[in-house]
């Protein structure tokens, strides 16, 4: 076999392109997953930050969920407007107190159980056995850690 003829070499594999790739299938399932109950993947994670961490302030949010103060303002009105969260402070000049709603809660748990059915969709038993080995490693990795306490 000339050289004019040989095959390339496959490309080294680049984790970022893998792990981007996989990331925008994954948000493509959930969001597919979340819309019948009126959730994005976005509001889904600030539902769970406020949930997780009560009393998180604005800029704590906003830095968890890797978005603007602005963007918290606005997506935290919307939730609170379908009955999701509330604030517990509520006074003008006062630091807002967030928490989650019963009704909130509820969604969350409906939430998590699409979440559930993605999860094992897409790293399951039946999944691609890669996707599996990246389940694994990302379960592994986070096994045992406590969630980020909000800073003061």
Same mark, same amino acid.
């Not at 997780?52 to 919307?78: N, Y």
């Given at each position: ?36 109950? #009126?959730?994005?993947? #976005? ?5 769970? /930050? ?22 918290? /303002?606005?997506? +935290?009105?919307?939730?609170? #407007? ?35 059915? +993605? ?14 080995? +990246? ?18």
């Amino acid at each position: 076999m000339t050289t004019e003829n040989a095959r390339p070499e496959p490309p080294a594999t680049s984790p970022s392109i893998v792990l981007l790739t996989l990331a925008r299938r994954i948000e493509s399932e959930l969001g597919a997953a979340l819309a019948p109950l #009126g959730l994005t993947v #976005g509001r889904l994670g600030l539902l769970g /930050h406020i949930a997780g961490v009560p009393g998180a302030s604005f800029s704590d949010l906003a830095r968890m969920s890797g978005i603007t103060v602005q963007s918290v /303002h606005t997506a +935290v009105k919307a939730l609170s #407007g379908a009955g999701l969260v509330r604030d517990s402070t509520a006074r003008a000049g006062s630091a807002s107190r967030l928490e989650i709603t019963p009704e909130g809660a509820r969604l969350m748990d409906e939430a998590m159980r699409a979440v559930a059915e +993605v999860d094992e969709r897409l790293f399951g038993a039946a999944a691609d056995p890669i996707q599996r080995q +990246v389940g694994d490693a990302v379960r592994a990795a986070f096994a045992g850690l406590t969630p980020p306490q909000p800073s003061g």
